[in-house]
């Protein structure tokens, strides 16, 4: 006699996390903390003599420089500290944002969620 057996298997394989995905998140993250740094630095007074902040002024002014004079700078004067809004440094982390995500749509595959389906199907004789 004739038995047939049948069995569907189906299962959602996930992509691996490309390389370049990880480096350009890791830059990104990188960049995006020292312009939040920078932005509160100014926004708090902190002072640019300090071995810190101007380190990290001068390592941010090379993206912020490139918007500086598209808008004025806000200066509030209290007790001992100059507190600076700097619209530029908005703008850079923006626009540094816009690069990253037009990035990762390149880099990243068009198909996001993929099926593998397999069938088997095999006869099997039994004596009785």
């Known amino acids: 006699m004739d038995n047939l057996t049948s069995h569907t298997e189906t299962a959602k394989s996930q992509q691996k996390r490309n390389i370049q995905e990880s480096i350009i998140g890791i830059l990104y993250g990188i960049i995006e903390i ?43 004067s209290g007790s001992g500290t100059t507190a600076i809004f700097e619209p530029a440094t908005l703008i850079s982390m923006l626009i540094v944002a816009l690069i990253v995500w037009g990035l990762m749509k390149v880099i990243k595959p068009r198909v996001s969620n993929r099926y593998a389906r397999n069938e088997y199907t095999g006869n099997s004789y039994h004596e009785k």
């Open 34 to 76: 020292l312009l939040a740094f920078r932005l509160g630095f100014k926004l708090l007074g902190a002072s640019p003599d300090n071995e810190f902040v101007r380190g990290i002024y001068t390592i941010t002014q090379y993206i912020v420089g490139i918007f500086e004079d598209m808008f004025s700078r806000t200066t509030t």
